[in-house]
């Protein structure tokens, strides 16, 4: 049973083409999140839903939208794909504990995001 | 901002070898601290955590104590096994209403060799 998923492993495009990242989470958590991390793999906050809503958005460009059809999914989608978009995404989910805290962060395989 | 910083990699290390990774942080108030692991081609992984001063994170062999004095979460393992042979990311949590952002450091490579 995977616990995250993420499709497609891997995606090869071209410049200015739009393109979508799927993610879907069965662990009942209530927080998703994308996460970029680049060829010298730095790995950075890009988006956070709660529940359907944008929480956090860490100065991504406008071409980069998520989506949040229920609190089980969080797709992105890349519009106009530049060259420096290349890298893997990485989906995770959360769940808010009693308390106020969070359980560790569940990360999915990663999609590996090459724009020719 | 809240910041994390780990020692430079690429670290290599014969098996049997005794293990450390600094990794030195900045934050306001008391964060909690990570260390997560990602093996050749695969997401990451949680490897230990603690969520306040003096506390001792361990699993698989590996130990980390959050030091608030010295800003400090180094990780630790000995001897060490080829199969250790990973990037390891140590992480702080930075927590927003309704969610939890993950602030990580640049990673460590590590290999074992045989």
């Known amino acids: 049973d995977t616990a995250v998923s993420q499709t497609p492993k891997y995606l090869v495009t071209q410049m200015g083409n739009d393109k979508s990242i799927k993610c879907e989470q069965n662990?009942?958590?209530?927080?998703m999140y994308w996460y970029k991390q680049d060829s010298k793999k730095f790995l950075k906050i890009m988006f956070s839903?709660?529940?359907?809503?944008?929480?956090i958005n860490e100065t991504v460009p406008n071409r980069f939208s998520p989506k949040s059809p229920d609190k089980a999914h969080l797709n992105l989608h890349i519009n106009s794909l530049e060259l420096g978009d290349s890298a893997v995404y990485f989906c995770a989910s959360s769940q808010l504990l009693a308390g106020g805290a969070y359980n560790e962060q569940f990360f999915g395989p990663g999609t590996r995001l090459t724009v020719l | 901002g809240n910041s994390v910083t780990q020692m430079e990699g690429p670290v290599t290390l014969s098996e049997e070898a005794f293990l450390t990774i600094n990794c030195t942080y900045t934050?306001?108030?008391?964060?909690?601290l990570f260390w997560y692991v990602q093996y050749p081609g695969e997401g990451l992984q949680l490897l230990l955590k603690?969520?306040?001063?003096?506390d001792k994170g361990s699993n698989k062999g590996f130990e980390a104590t959050y030091r608030k004095e010295t800003t400090s979460f180094h990780l630790e393992k000995g001897p060490v096994q080829v199969s250790d042979s990973a990037v390891y990311f140590c992480a702080l949590s930075d927590l927003r209403l309704g969610a939890q952002k993950l602030v990580f450091g640049q990673g460590t490579r590590l290999t074992i060799n045989p």
């Open positions: 934050a306001t108030g008391y964060p909690s």
């Open positions: 662990l009942g958590h209530d927080t």
């Open positions: 839903y709660n529940n359907k809503e944008l929480i």
């Open positions: 603690a969520t306040k001063a003096d």
